[in-house]
């Protein structure tokens, strides 16, 4: 979007609807940029104008591929994504799992090409967030910048975090992070921490956690006998978060 003319500033910004507005973006990582900062209603308009773009994506379907070029962020609204890149012999690796309330993109920010594939889980929504757009805002806001780097930081730490994690778990360590992991995520974006559905396969949670299939579905079995989940073919009730927070620490009270 191209800066606004000096003239154009200077009038009285036309009256927001904060409490709709706060309301549309409440599930919506962007929020992060402009509610919290005391932005006044004319900046927050603007900014609404640029993330208010919705796209539909069907389940299976490719938000973007390894290579595209960059030119948006996507902010999920609604469903669930994964993220994997492609081996040398062809296969897929995933790299992450995304949910209502992430953005996806930011790997592309510094090639300006797409370093995975994203595919939706279930039928999707995001907001479309040209990047070029709110890298002119960014000029004229620089709390949204500093905001914008705070995000992509703790973006990052937290794939580095996991994935260094992982590579040092046993496979009941591993499992039980991805479901405390999951179980911290819904909690945050006012879900249930306790009771959730896993969009994901087995099989793909396998793929990401480096595990057989047969693996995942064996320790899913542990865990129900134990008595810390009930699991019903992908809907999991974490029956005893403390135990499993233990035992994705290392601690072993399943065996």
């Known amino acids: 979007m191209s800066s606004l003319p000096a003239s154009t500033h200077k009038h009285s910004p036309p009256p927001v609807n904060l409490h709709a507005l706060r309301a549309s973006c409440s599930a919506c990582s962007m929020h992060q940029l402009c509610l919290p900062m005391g932005l006044d209603q004319g900046d927050m308009q603007r900014l609404d104008q640029i993330i208010g773009r919705r796209r539909r994506i069907k389940r299976d379907q490719s938000l973007y591929r390894m290579g595209d070029a960059f030119d948006m962020l996507y902010a999920i609204r609604l469903g669930h ?20 309330g992430e953005l996806l993109g930011m790997d592309a920010i510094g090639t ?32 949204l910048l500093r905001q914008f780097h705070r995000i992509m930081s703790k973006e990052i730490s937290r794939e580095q975090g996991v994935m260094l994690t992982l590579n040092s778990m046993s496979a009941q360590q591993k499992l039980a992070a991805f479901l405390v992991n999951l179980s911290t995520r819904y909690a945050t974006r006012g879900y249930s921490a306790s009771r959730f559905q896993l969009r994901m396969t087995r099989e793909e949670i396998g793929n990401y956690l480096g595990l057989a299939v047969e693996s995942v579905s064996r320790l899913l079995t542990n865990f129900k006998k134990s008595g810390v989940i009930e699991v019903n073919h992908r809907d999991v009730e974490l029956c005893d978060l403390p135990t499993l927070r233990a035992v994705a620490l290392g601690n072993d009270p399943c065996a």
């Open 81 to 100: 994504f994964k993220t994997y890149q492609v081996n040398s012999n062809g296969s897929q690796q995933i790299t992450g799992f995304q949910m209502a």
């Open 112 to 143: 300006g090409r797409h370093q995975c594939e994203a595919v939706a889980l279930e039928d999707s929504e995001v907001c479309e967030i040209p990047f070029s757009r709110l890298e002119e805002l960014f000029q004229d806001m620089p709390v």
